[in-house]
């Protein structure tokens, strides 16, 4: 067993997905203990030895009624999303904005509002969320994209607004793949298990921007554009503070 990992209590959205399968076959044989977390109904979940040891049911819109649950994680995985595709109709647009960016944010709050209430651990509490490149290139999605940026911006801002004593009990990590074999991309150019792998490598290398594709552009520009943001809300938050 890995002691990195070692009885580690793991929450997963979107755990029976491509990603969220490859990810929870590679934790739970490092010796973490993993709870699917997911919108499809737990009895239909069938326990295996490289699934989930738990499933937990939940709805968008009804996050806070997964308090019990996020309150017994040591790290949390935002991983649920949908892909309209082309489709741009107002309800492709909520949905995709419901479930990739404001579902995702409630949770990230909730996780941080519980986190902060507990005793300092030898190790901060983490949260993975689980963007794409499409927050900073074309996805051919315009609602898959907007919800993308979105979630991508609220992050940036969060890690921006964290003090030093909020740092040392909760660890953001944010998550960037190109595209990789599952449902809402079937002619992913990436195997899911080759990006669990790079994610679990680079988290154990100590890295909060964690970037798999094939795409040698998005290496440059993401870092990029997260150090401009962060320029940006710190001359924001300067400017609002003299004033």
């Keep these: 067993m890995d002691t990195h990992w070692n009885q580690c209590r793991i929450g997963i959205t979107g755990a029976s997905g491509a990603f969220g399968q490859a990810l929870t076959k590679k934790l739970r044989a490092k010796g973490a203990f993993i709870i699917g977390i997911t919108h499809s109904s737990s009895s239909s979940k069938n326990l295996s030895t490289t699934g989930p040891q738990e499933w937990v049911f939940w709805e968008c819109g009804k996050e806070e009624a997964l308090q019990p649950t996020l309150a017994s994680l040591d790290i949390l995985v935002l991983n649920h999303g949908i892909n309209p595709q082309g489709r741009q109709s107002p309800n492709d647009l909520n949905a995709a904005l419901t479930i990739n960016a404001f579902s995702t944010w409630k949770l990230i709050e909730q996780f941080e509002q519980i986190t902060q209430k507990k005793k300092k651990l030898s190790?901060?509490?983490?949260?993975?969320?689980?963007?794409?490149?499409?927050?900073?290139?074309?996805?051919?999605?315009?609602?898959?994209?907007?919800?993308?940026?979105?979630?991508?911006?609220?992050?940036?801002?969060?890690?921006?607004?964290l003090n030093q004593r909020q740092r040392e009990k909760l660890r953001i990590r944010k998550l960037v793949f190109g595209p990789f074999q599952s449902e809402l991309n079937p002619i992913g150019i990436m195997n899911p298990e080759f990006v669990a792998n790079q994610t679990i490598m680079q988290a154990e290398l100590g890295l909060n921007l964690i970037i798999v594709t094939p795409n040698p552009i998005t290496y440059i520009v993401f870092p990029l554009n997260e150090l401009f943001r962060s320029i940006y809300y710190l001359i924001t938050k300067k400017l609002l503070a003299s004033n």
Aim: charged residues 20%; hydrophobic residues 35%.
């Design 123 to 161: 190790k901060p509490y983490e949260i993975w969320i689980n963007t794409s490149e499409a927050e900073v290139q074309p996805a051919l999605s315009p609602g898959y994209e907007i919800s993308k940026r979105l979630i991508g911006q609220l992050i940036s801002i969060c890690w921006s607004n």
